[in-house]
């Protein structure tokens, strides 16, 4: 080993940021020396495979061993791979064989024949074979910690010079590794931050079109602020339960932001949204190249939220093998990311919520019973909007007031009609809905005033007359298909009548009937009529009196 190349090995590890690249030209840079048959860096990690380790009844410190991570030589018989990782090499723990001694004591380990020193050899048929005839061991040793072990093993003999020199580059490697560690550990902050901010521009459109707050003067939303009240100061897991659009996310926010967590983020994960194959890298994150398209490390979920909230929105659509996955964490507070053995712990509050009956898929087995009981400590159910109606009234002018300034639009209101149509409405998509209605009334007002467009099934249901509706309910005055026609067919001449022709617009016979424009206009089509009122009509002719059947 010559001290300028050494030198210049050093100089280019010291160069790279990535703790791979580092180790990569460490390893390499050494083999290439002439003699070195094997250079190989082993750094401290957990004990992850004491079960099956070689040394388990001996080892009485299982929190940590030393950890094959870099290996580059040449082989004799050219048919050995000595740079994989995987192997008899690849676990020492403390003071077993050379490599484990030298990570114990933080001392160098030179032993320059190893034929005169076979208590050191693991396995001499290998170094036989192999005509290794030195091994050198230096610690990694950055401000006062020990890393791990660097060792080469020599074809040739090394002396104390080569050891001399050999320690003096493991200093500058042992620097080369830390700084890139620091360097991996400085990107995945930068990622988290990345994600954190995203998370929080999401709250702040979210607060914007809720106003982060659950409003509602009715019992049954009253009820759930009480639930809110009693659970958000504990740690306790909560499983919202309720219909799409009630408005699950913002009783967890409420959640969120009345507990001790809320200083930090509160993560949510929609996992409807996530394609099976990436869930466990969604929650828990992955190592740069544990699979194809993996390119750099990535934060999972629940590191994300360390300290605060995850919400599962729709947790009930978790795949099953993700499941037993989400109960570990939930038990143990433990996961290991994608690709990395390393185990990490976090602190998480988990907050589930949920459209389906997640107590029926537990009973037939489509959700884990254990999952499902330990989501379920404390379920709150929001009640769907058809059930807490008073409330109605003040969400909506809360919506218009939001959506008047978003859109620019000054000077609307409701008038008794329209709330008396909100209020009759039945709701099938709840508050979401209602928001919805009022955005697009306000964005298509015209000189001030709202249009309502309520669903399919509520125009259906106000395209027939209040005599028709009442007839359907009793089932002594059924009338027949040509008397459903005529009633349908005067009504909408008594009202295109009485707005004098007048289709569109608050005052327009479409708002007077209660449906769209265009369904009055296909009507008017079907039914053969002239929108006109009769003042202005021409002469009756047989063309405007159709036969209704």
Not at 181 to 210: C, G, K, P, S, W
Not at 229 to 247: H, K
Not at 360 to 386: C, M, T
Not at 414 to 425: C, E, M, N, S, V
């Amino acid at each position: 080993m010559t001290p300028e190349t050494l030198q210049a090995v050093a100089v280019a590890a010291a160069q790279e940021r990535s703790l791979e690249l580092v180790l990569k030209h460490i390893v390499e840079g050494l083999a290439s020396q002439k003699g070195i048959a094997l250079a190989r860096v082993w750094l401290f990690g957990p004990g992850d495979i004491c079960e099956r380790c070689r040394w388990q009844t001996t080892c009485f410190e299982r929190a940590r061993c030393l950890h094959l991570v870099a290996s580059q030589g040449h082989a004799l018989s050219g048919h050995e791979d000595w740079s994989r990782l995987n192997g008899d090499f690849s676990r020492f723990p403390l003071n077993k064989a050379k490599v484990g001694w030298v990570g114990a004591t933080g001392q160098p380990l030179l032993i320059k024949r190893i034929e005169d020193e076979k208590g050191w050899v693991w396995k001499p048929d290998w170094a036989l074979g192999e005509k290794i005839r030195s091994f050198a061991g230096q610690p990694l040793i950055f401000r006062g910690e020990t890393l791990g072990v660097l060792a080469v093993f020599s074809r040739s003999e090394l002396d104390e010079s080569a050891l001399g020199w050999l320690r003096v580059f493991a200093m500058q490697a042992a620097v080369a590794i830390a700084n890139s560690r620091a360097f991996e550990e400085i990107e995945d902050l930068r990622r988290r931050l990345e994600l954190e901010n995203a998370y929080l521009r999401d709250q702040v459109h979210a607060a914007t079109a809720f106003s982060g707050t659950i409003l509602g003067q009715s019992a049954a939303i009253r009820h759930v602020f009480e639930q809110v009240e009693i659970v958000a100061p504990t740690d306790a897991t909560v499983l919202v339960l309720g219909e799409s659009g009630v408005g699950k996310e913002l009783v967890a926010r409420a959640i969120h932001g009345r507990s001790p967590r809320r200083d930090r983020p509160l993560v949510k994960v929609n996992c409807t949204a996530i394609p099976r194959e990436l869930f466990e890298s969604e929650f828990f994150g992955h190592v740069k190249g544990a699979f194809s398209g993996a390119f750099a490390n990535r934060v999972g979920r629940f590191q994300l939220a360390d300290g605060g909230t995850l919400f599962l929105d729709e947790v009930g659509e978790l795949p099953a093998e993700m499941q037993p996955k989400l109960l570990r964490v939930l038990q143990e507070g433990e996961f290991e990311p994608v690709g990395d053995a390393k185990t990490r712990r976090v602190n998480v509050r988990i907050i589930g919520a949920t459209s389906r009956d997640l107590k029926a898929l537990a009973r037939s087995g489509q959700f884990r019973q254990d999952l499902y009981y330990r989501l379920s400590v404390f379920p709150i159910e929001v009640p769907p909007l058809r059930e807490r109606r008073e409330d109605i009234p003040l969400l909506a002018r809360h919506f218009l007031a939001i959506a008047s300034q978003r859109f620019h639009r000054t000077g609307l209101d409701f008038t008794d009609d329209d709330l008396g149509r909100l209020h009759a409405y039945h709701w099938p998509g709840n508050v979401r809905e209602l928001q919805n209605v009022i955005n697009r009334s306000v964005i298509s007002a015209a000189s001030g005033s709202l249009c309502l467009e309520l669903g399919e099934a509520y125009e259906a249901e106000k395209e027939s007359p209040k005599e028709l509706r009442e007839a359907a309910d009793c089932a002594t005055n059924v009338r027949t298909q040509y008397e459903i026609k005529r009633l349908e067919r005067e009504n909408i001449i008594a009202a295109l009548a009485q707005c004098e022709g007048r289709i569109y617009g608050p005052k327009g016979a479409a708002a007077l009937l209660g449906m769209k424009p265009t369904t009055l206009c296909a009507r008017i089509k079907k039914l053969n009529l002239n929108p006109r009122p009769k003042h202005q009509a021409p002469a009756q002719s047989r063309r405007n009196v159709v036969d209704p059947a």
